[in-house]
């Protein structure tokens, strides 16, 4: 029996728990091999009784001193199950760190940045609205007729319509900023307004029910339409580089009097043609106008002494036209691979 009680001690002794396996299944199995209800002690004691009377003392010894080298060994295992799994997840901090973990900005967020920051460059201000707005600020101020299409549930999220009361909706365009700055100052007003609009569109690679625009105006005495030209030239060149034309094509805004679309020379085939221009050389771009009388007194603003221009731009067509991007969905869907071709643009 000597024999074996050694035996055992060497098992126990030696015993290890593979990391790879279930581990605390491992340290399970040990302790009932040796600890169980028919395991090797309960065995062994079986045997003890049965021993000559002058060989229970030394053999006594033994068995519990096996008895509690087993515990021990469980105890043992049971730590390192506790401690594991923080030493397995221990950092090397001789590691180079790792840069892709390092979120980026939206390719949507940086293109506004961008926009922002031309202005800004030639002293136009930054000025954020609400974008859940009343029909006076979206619509009537800025001279829309009472029955023009904009107004209509296919266009636009009304949010509230009560008896008598305006109605409310969520924006449909960032030209309301224009109405509520010149509504609290007095010219010169030279301000961006760029952020968040929504519209009643299905979802498509080329609409989108939400969306970002970016506003500026410009109001003072003696604003011509030379100074928005200039400036709609500064922007393009700025924003799509030195080579870049304009035109310039009479177009409508209620808000707007005169009005027009801006295009610029296509940026991927120089303007010879190509099939992102459609193979006329120009890229529609924002629109554009002196803003009417009629909005300038709406806002208490006196016609007769102050003039000014206004221009409205999508965030997400900016966007599209430098980074070739070829379907409006991809900014909301939250795809890394579409998101990280864009880490280094900031
Ligand atoms: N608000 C127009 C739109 O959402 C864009 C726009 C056009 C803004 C002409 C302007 C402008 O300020 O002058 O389509």
Known sequence: MKELIECYVEEIRSATIEAAEDRAAQ?????????????????????????????????????????????????????????????????????????????????????????????????????????????????????????????????????????????????????????????????????IAPGRVFRNEAISARAHCIFHQVEALYVDRHVTFADLKQTLLYFAKEMFGEQTQIRLRPSYFPFTEPSAEMDISCNICGGKGCNICKGTGWLEILGCGMVDPNVLEACGIDSKQYSGFALGMGVERMAMLKHQIKDLRLYFENDLRFLHQFDNIV
């Not at 049971?78 to 090397?92: F, G, N």
């Not at 979120?103 to 031309?118: A, C, F, K, Q, Y």
């Not at 909706?169 to 007095?186: D, F, I, K, N, Y």
């Open 27 to 191: 340290i399970e199995k040990f302790r009932v091999r040796f600890l169980g209800r028919k395991g090797v002690m309960n065995e062994l004691f079986e045997q003890f009784k049965t021993l000559p009377s002058d060989q229970k003392k030394e053999i006594g010894i033994a068995l519990n001193q096996l008895k509690n080298a087993a515990m021990e060994k469980v105890e043992e295992f049971r730590c390192y199950l506790e401690q594991a799994p923080t030493m397995e997840h221990k950092h090397d901090l001789t590691l180079p760190t790792d840069f892709e973990s390092i979120g980026s900005r939206h390719v949507l967020s940086v293109t506004m940045n961008e926009i922002v920051d031309i202005f800004s460059r030639i002293g136009f201000t930054v000025e954020e609205s609400v974008e859940i707005e009343d029909d006076w600020h979206l619509f009537s101020a800025l001279n829309f007729p009472p029955d023009h299409p904009a107004r209509d549930m296919q266009d636009t999220f009304f949010v509230e319509k009560q008896e008598g009361r305006q109605e409310v909706a969520l924006r449909t365009h960032t030209s309301s900023v224009q109405v509520r700055v010149m509504e609290h100052s007095q010219p010169p007003i030279r301000i």
